[in-house]
């Protein structure tokens, strides 16, 4: 499979998304990259350009104004019209506890994890169509393969972004378009800051090589470390009945 | 201690503020003592602060985030023909902590102290407030923070020199000396026409103090191989713990006689790539496990040209006595290249550095005494590699205390820096 070689990155200040980049401006890519903040737009820009970008623009979006989305999409297509590969990165790790009670940070948590990603692709996925090639790879969780009751707010979207993907890569299969779900494990980055690092965890380059190799190869889901497809495996076949009654 | 993680420069003030105690910038923690601990308070890893801002090939200067490493610089500017002006003995160190040890390496006497190629930074107080420090402006923080311990507030981002080089490979020569007389006239010799110098010696083989003395060239070998320019990810791992009779004296005489006698030639020369020239224990991982459960401590001090030969020896003299066999000795003399900061370790004249096997109170004391030696001939000893200096010997040696704790951040503290007397 081909590499692409102009690429849109929504949420490129997460670690992982920053870990990707840089392997494909090795390659010499040229990349838009979407994020909050202007300082960290400029240092990330510059960054890429010294490992080997092409080109590098930016966009500053809120993944909760659907607007900054819009605009994003708009002038990255005017910058590159001939845009081949997306990756979509960013996400948060809500307060599940919080999420229980206060209806506002749940909703949140839902919109910035799956609907705004979800905008994203329906706005884009017809120029993928017209363009008859092209990867676009989105970073779901494992934590969407099985709700649990530690962080099934977080799930339940990741759930939602897995099931929108899988039909999205349907649709988008017919005219030559790659859609990877990625599903990361434990990844110590910024996200995961407030965690105690037990042997699961890995660093974001992982992720990004895992990803990189997807693009490269032509996958569809890719769990990775690799070994996460037999722990959830496992997850997601203990009978209901027991399911209720452990701790996860 | 709790830890703080900013994901980028622009929430380094708002970590700070997010908590009540101290904080202490963090690097990658490669200093063997205490000046980057802070017991009760909070330490500030600076792992997201790892974006390049730019490269000069004009000037080869180089602007980073200061949580960048030197292994990632490398990795990166060897394959373009760029090597650090300045590198100490680990490439695992990230930019900030060569600036606030001001880090030394092989090729001081031809390049000065990290401090020397260093062109400006920017430093975050924990008041918020901003700072792009030169030797032009704000000089006063620019010399309190090159050497500075971490204290005077978060270096953000620095522009440093790079230096070109002809390809990754060292020309080297390996020459025996017998006594320090030698060694002193080889590094005489030496000052100009090699780039690199340093030096292994046997200091438990007698009084004489022989050793291997080192110095090399960049070489202008190529490696066609692009993938092969830069280092590789370390390879070989150190499984276990060594056990005790491994660290036991007779084993450590009998290492520093099979290291000297293995070259049997009074010359010998080749020609090796930087990786194992610069790193020789980057290559192992957990290589600290060669010293047992226990560990090691290093101990190194520098000291003033007049009466280096006189406290060398003298130095020696109490080792040889001592029942703590040092492992490992490397002995350097420093350029006169005067060092940019306050605090700053290197002077001109020589350094030594010992690794010993922790041995617990013994070693203590037996290292109070060298200490004597080095106070009395004005030498200091070295904070990056200390756990035990006596409050009185450090601002004995560091005559710019004073001066410098005026700048230090009223948020910002070390383990060490308490420990020696400061807030
Ligand atoms: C095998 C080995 C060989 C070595 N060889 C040498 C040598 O040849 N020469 C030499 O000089 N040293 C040598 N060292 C010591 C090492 O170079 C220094 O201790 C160095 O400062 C470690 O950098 P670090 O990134 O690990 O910083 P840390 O050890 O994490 O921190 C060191 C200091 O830097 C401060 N700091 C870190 N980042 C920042 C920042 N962004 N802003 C402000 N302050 C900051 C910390 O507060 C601390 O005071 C060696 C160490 C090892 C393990
Ligand atoms: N870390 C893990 O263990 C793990 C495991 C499985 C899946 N994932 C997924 O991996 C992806 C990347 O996360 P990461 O681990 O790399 O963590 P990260 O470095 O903390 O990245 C999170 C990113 O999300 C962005 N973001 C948060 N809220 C946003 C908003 N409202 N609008 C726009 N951007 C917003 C952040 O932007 P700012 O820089 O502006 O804050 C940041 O770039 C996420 O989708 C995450 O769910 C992570």
């Not at chain 2, 503020?17 to 990658?28: A, D, I, Q, T």
């Amino acid at each position: 499979m081909a590499r692409p070689a102009k690429i849109l990155v929504f949420g490129a200040t997460s670690a992982i998304a920053f870990g990707t980049a840089k392997l494909f401006a090795r390659d010499g890519a040229s990349l838009y990259l979407c994020a909050r903040d202007e300082e960290d737009l400029k240092a990330l820009s510059a960054d890429l350009t010294v490992r080997g970008a092409k080109e590098v623009g930016y966009s500053v979006f809120n993944a909760l104004d659907k607007g900054s989305i819009i605009r994003a999409v708009d002038d990255c297509l005017k910058k590159f019209p001939e845009l081949d590969g997306l990756l979509i990165a960013y996400g948060t790790l809500p307060d599940q506890g919080l999420c229980e009670t206060d209806i506002e940070e749940m909703r949140r948590a839902v919109e910035i994890n799956f609907t705004s990603p979800a905008i994203i692709l329906t706005y884009i996925a017809g120029h993928f169509e017209k363009k008859k090639q092209g990867v676009i790879a989105v970073i779901s969780s494992v934590a969407g393969d099985r709700g649990r009751q530690s962080n099934y707010v977080y799930g339940a979207a990741k759930g939602a972004l897995t099931t929108f993907l899988s039909g999205l890569r349907q649709r988008l299969g017919k005219s030559g378009v790659n859609v990877i779900t990625v599903k990361p494990g434990f990844v110590d980055t910024p996200m995961t800051a407030g965690f105690k690092k037990g042997l699961l965890f890995v660093g974001p380059d992982v992720i990004a090589k895992g990803i990189y190799r997807a693009v490269k190869t032509g996958k569809s889901i890719a769990y990775v470390p690799w070994f996460w497809r037999i722990i959830m495996m496992i997850i997601r076949n203990i009978p209901e009945k027991i399911f209720i009654k452990i701790k996860l | 201690m709790g830890m703080l993680a900013p994901g980028s420069v622009g929430k380094v003030g708002p970590a700070i503020e997010s908590v009540g105690s101290s904080v202490l910038p963090r690097g990658l923690g490669r200093s063997y003592g205490d000046s980057c601990l802070n017991e009760n308070g909070y330490l500030l890893s600076t792992k997201w602060l790892d974006k390049f801002y730019g490269f000069d090939p004009g000037t080869g200067l180089l602007k980073c985030e200061s949580g960048v490493s030197l292994d990632e610089i490398l990795k990166l500017f060897v394959p373009r023909g760029w090597f650090l002006s300045v590198t100490p003995g680990t490439k695992f160190v990230t930019v900030g902590g060569a600036i606030a040890n001001d880090v030394h390496g092989k090729s001081h006497h031809s390049t000065g102290s990290f401090g020397n190629s260093l062109k400006q930074f920017e430093l975050l107080r924990s008041d918020g407030e901003r700072f792009i420090c030169s030797r032009d402006l704000n000089p006063g923080l620019f010399r309190a923070t090159v050497g500075g311990l971490g204290l005077t507030g978060v270096i953000l981002w620095a522009e440093f020199a790079l230096r070109r080089i002809d390809g990754p490979y060292i020309e080297m020569e390996a020459v025996k000396f017998n006594d320090i007389e030698e060694f002193f006239q080889l590094s005489e010799e030496s000052v100009h026409g090699y780039e690199h110098t340093v030096s292994w010696v046997d200091c438990l083989s007698g009084p004489g103090a022989r050793g291997i003395f080192m110095r090399g060239n960049n070489s202008a070998r190529q490696e066609p191989d692009e993938s092969r320019r830069a280092h590789g990810p370390s390879r070989k791992t150190m499984p276990f713990d060594a056990p005790p009779f491994l660290l036991s004296g007779p084993s450590i005489r009998l290492f520093n006689f099979l290291h000297f006698n293995l070259q049997r030639k009074k010359v010998h020369r080749s020609c090796i790539h930087y990786d194992p020239f610069f790193y020789p224990l980057d290559g192992i991982l957990h290589w600290n496990r060669l010293y047992g459960k226990r560990g090691f401590l290093q101990w190194q001090c520098a000291i003033p040209k007049t009466g280096k030969k006189r406290a060398l020896t003298l130095i020696l003299q109490e080792v040889v006595r001592g029942e703590a066999g040092p492992f490992l000795t490397t002995l350097k003399e420093f350029g006169d290249k005067p060092a940019e900061g306050l605090l700053s370790f290197p002077i001109p004249g020589i350094t030594l550095a010992l690794d010993f096997p922790n041995t617990g109170e013994k070693l203590f004391s037996f290292l109070d005494r060298l200490d004597r030696i080095v106070a009395d001939f004005g030498g200091r000893i070295y904070p990056a590699k200390d756990a035990r200096m006596a409050p009185g010997m450090f601002s004995a040696s560091f005559s710019e205390i004073e001066n410098f704790s005026g700048y230090v951040d009223p948020r910002l503290s070390s383990s060490f820096y308490r420990r020696v007397g400061g807030k």
